[in-house]
């Protein structure tokens, strides 16, 4: 049974005993289809629209934040997991995962225009996501297969492995003036470092899923767990020194935070869909 979720003002103010990094000036939840539980799978730049997912990323929607209409893009399997869209907001590149006659998975890699409301097939019947990873439109760092750091400039390909070629990364991201890269070690914590693979700097262990705010702010997920299930999950800010700021309380089970142009959207475990204005 979906649990209904209370979120009273004081929930969303920030703890006094951390610092106050972002300045919140309102949150609200979103209005999604009746019996429909889904989370954030990204933001447009500009924070004009949303892409949505449901739990197990099958389908993916466009939610207009003017206007809240929904357009669905695709009801494919997988189409949630690594969700891509251009600088400019127009394209959205994702996998539409399949059976194939053999009894294999594969994936058709598809990129859909916005305005147009059309989608064509980049590459078909791909085995795994390397593909869907070399696509560059919103960052030039992407995952590998082998969960190390790619950073592609121009026709130069670099893997980036900075805290060892032992260790799995996770969700790395370019700054928005391009200088460094954001990045999470598995069991190990939040760090950057700059375009070389260099320069590391250890930020926080309880950030997960981390995404820079501006060149000096990142906001991640700091979730809980009892070893089967997740007990608690805030939204938190955290600077380049360290700093902390508590932007949802871990009792809301906020998952995923997804920033642009001042937004904050974030999922919550029970499927509702939140949008924070910071400044």
Known sequence: MRKTLLLCVVCFISILATAQLLEIVSTQQLTIPANEELKVAAISPKGDYLLLTNDVNRGLMQYDLSTGNITTITDAEGAGWGVKISPNGQEVVYRERYMNADQTLRNNIMQYTIKAQKKSVIAKGQRDLSKLASVNLNSNVTINGD?????????????L????????????????????????????????????????????????????????????????????????????????QGDKQILVNKENMAVYPYTANGKIAFSTIYGEIYLMNVK
């Open 161 to 240: 492995t900075p805290n060892g070629v032992d260790e799995a990364y996770n969700w790395a991201s370019l700054s928005p003036d391009g200088t460094k890269i954001l990045y999470y070690v598995s069991g190990k914590g939040c760090y950057t470092c700059d375009l070389h693979g260099r320069d590391i700097h250890y930020i926080a262990l309880d950030c997960r899923a981390p995404q820079w705010y501006n060149n000096h702010i990142i906001v991640g997920m700091h979730d809980e767990d009892n070893g089967k299930w997740m007990t608690a999950s805030a939204i938190v800010a955290y600077n380049m």
């Open 147 to 159: 969960l190390h750091m790619v950073l592609t400039q121009g026709n130069k390909t670099t893997v």
